[in-house]
């Protein structure tokens, strides 16, 4: 434990098994997510429980996603519900000698709070634009404007990190001690998540060019690397 | 619709948003969950939802995944209880000419159903086999064996697949119409999931050698071409 900024441990988000991997702290936590555009939200509609995968960014400790006003999860959530929004990155895979040492290199994060809705205008209106901007700095102010009608039909949704914890598997293969005697091969292998060649629209206006706000998306590059990058460059 | 074998469309998974994305039948929901070894599964305990990222794998209409005896999920899971398991593939970035037309294109099943545990021991022992052997065929039968002590310290899930919806974007951008007049740049930018270079364990027996189990999972591969394949290596 260090005494940067924590998020406060819980029976809810403590960690019970292999606990040496967890973390609380604010900077462990918000690195997996400002990595990530994509998470999955967990909430209940009618004791049914829904793991809804969506684009998500992060403000201080409140996460933000956004929805058409007639999808399921927006309906339920006007009146505030708990929620556990996950972000997992997926690093590789762990090739052991014996089955159950079998394993995945993996970073995660699982975030509680309530969900509720953005009602405010104003705060709708600034929504929109870090959705965006969060992702490709700058962007919005190159793009055709909001419409009122188009804010009016969308829902943002907020949530208030109460409790946080990341989990983290990274490094070699991990045997029973008497199996590394074995003449069986163990072995990881790293997962990458990577840009491809951007593919412009076919119906592109001839002075429509790349600007920028796309700088950080090149063929090749990392794709946790492009958004980690893009969140310091609006946020930080 | 076509008259292959569907999940049926309940009130639970029917898709309302975008429907033209959706699909119930099992050759595409099924295509998109044997792409994949990672799920997040959503459950609730005490009224609050979790999404728990975790490795699992299918046989006919059933899904499989394992934890330690000691983990919450297990905990809870005990008298069976409500889940979904959701799978997404992140395909790319759709970057458009206004704000909310930004998006992502992607390959997405939730799966509705009780999860339970397994408590037949010849079906635990079967279930260990298939662990492994879904992401790399064959392997099994060249580790070390399992033992009793490892079985009765694991506990494996199953959940019979009750309903369930895929959906998917694909293609290019999709702007309002008057906007593609705008000089606005627009494009998709593809996200690939590969495989990097294996990194034997540094604690490796001289004798010990990568084998045909691990053919399909060489360095540049897709993920999700390897897993693919394994799965059908294993299943089909």
């Not at 933000?64 to 997926?90: D, L, N, P």
């Not at 998540?193 to 001839?206: A, D, F, K, Y």
């Amino acid at each position: 434990m260090t005494d940067q900024p924590s998020y406060p441990i819980t029976p809810t988000n403590r960690i019970k098994r292999a606990h040496e991997r967890a973390a609380y702290d604010h900077a462990s936590v918000h690195a997996i997510l400002d990595a990530a555009a994509l998470c999955h939200v967990a909430y209940v509609i009618d004791d049914q429980p829904y793991a809804t995968p969506t684009m998500f960014w992060r403000e201080g400790s409140r996460l933000y996603w956004h929805g058409s006003a007639a999808s399921r999860m927006i309906k339920t959530i006007r009146q505030g519900v708990k929620a556990c929004v996950t972000v997992t990155h997926f690093d590789g895979l762990v090739i052991a000698r014996s089955g159950f040492h079998h394993s995945a290199n993996y970073r995660t994060v699982m975030a509680f709070g309530t969900a509720r809705l953005l009602d405010d205008p104003d705060e709708k209106y600034a929504a929109q634009i870090a959705m965006v901007d969060r992702l490709f700095p700058g962007r919005t102010e190159g793009l055709r404007k909001v419409t009122d009608q188009e804010l009016k039909a969308t829902s943002f949704i907020y949530m208030d990190i109460e409790s946080a914890a990341a989990k983290v598997r990274t490094g070699t293969v991990k045997d029973d001690e008497e199996d590394y005697a074995l003449p069986i091969h163990a072995e990881i292998i790293p997962i990458h998540t990577t840009l491809g060649t951007p593919e412009p629209c076919p119906r592109s206006h001839t002075e429509a060019a790349r600007g920028a706000d796309l700088d950080l998306y090149s063929d090749g590059s990392s794709l946790e690397g492009a958004l980690t990058q893009a969140y310091g460059e609006t946020f930080d």
